[in-house]
């Protein structure tokens, strides 16, 4: 039979040969285990040790939030000027104090040094003494009273300085500052920190009758350290 020359010669695909299914050894099905025990072995491992890493530093932070000291709090309670509003009371000038400093650590003490204080007005010293309190430890939730005067030699008043006093007490207030300067060091368990030259500057204003007024009376005192 002959094709008619009208018709187009049908072309049908040729099969593919079969591919051979290749077959596994036991050896090599032994090998894939082996490095997938590995795969999960050395998951696990990771996973511990990046746990216990956050775990240490989790103690780390709790144990350095407990044991970070704290600075000591000054409070001013008392500042008395007598004779303010006498114009001669330069020849019997005298500046007297109380103020308490409290250790607010619960676990620390505070070894005390040495503490100086010094009275200012207009940021020039007018008073100043050395040795305040003598060398003591302050254990930890503990307030100790710092109270003192300055008199004699360690106050630098003249009847010019006496009269801007006046003038101010004129006005109403007088302004003062006292400043505690203390070298310390800190207690924690049975280590003792370097020392600190610690400051507690503490703002007064004083009345026309020579006492702190209501506004200073148990202000808290900045603290810093150099």
């Not at 200012?120 to 305040?132: A, F, H, P, T």
């Not at 203390?182 to 020579?210: E, L, P, Y």
Request: charged share 20%; glycine share 6%.
């Amino acid at each position: 039979m002959h094709n008619s020359p009208d018709r187009l010669p049908i072309q049908y695909p040729t099969p593919e040969p079969q591919r051979m299914k290749r077959q596994h050894t036991p050896r090599y099905y032994a090998h894939r285990v082996r490095e997938s025990l590995t795969t999960r072995v050395s998951k696990l491992f990771c996973t511990i040790f990046l746990g216990l890493l956050l775990i240490l530093g989790m103690i780390a932070f709790i144990l350095w939030l407990s044991l970070r000291p704290h600075r000591p709090r000054f409070h001013i309670h008392a500042f008395t000027v007598p004779g303010l509003n006498q114009e001669t009371g330069f020849e019997n000038a005298q500046i007297t104090f109380n103020a308490t400093a409290r250790n607010a650590n619960h676990d620390i003490g505070i070894y005390y040094d040495s503490m100086d204080g010094s009275a200012y007005y207009k940021d020039q010293r007018i008073g100043s003494i050395s040795g305040l309190l003598p060398p003591f430890y302050q254990g930890p939730k503990n307030t100790t009273i710092v109270a003192g005067s300055f008199t004699g030699a360690t106050l630098t008043v003249n009847s010019q300085r006496w009269m801007e006093f006046i003038n101010d007490r004129s006005r109403g207030t007088v302004v003062f500052r006292l400043e505690f300067s203390a070298t310390i060091r800190f207690r924690i368990q049975s280590w003792d920190s370097k020392r600190h030259r610690m400051h507690a500057n503490c703002d007064v204003d004083v009345g026309q009758d020579g006492l702190i007024l209501p506004v200073s009376k148990d202000r808290r005192c900045p603290v810093y350290f150099t």
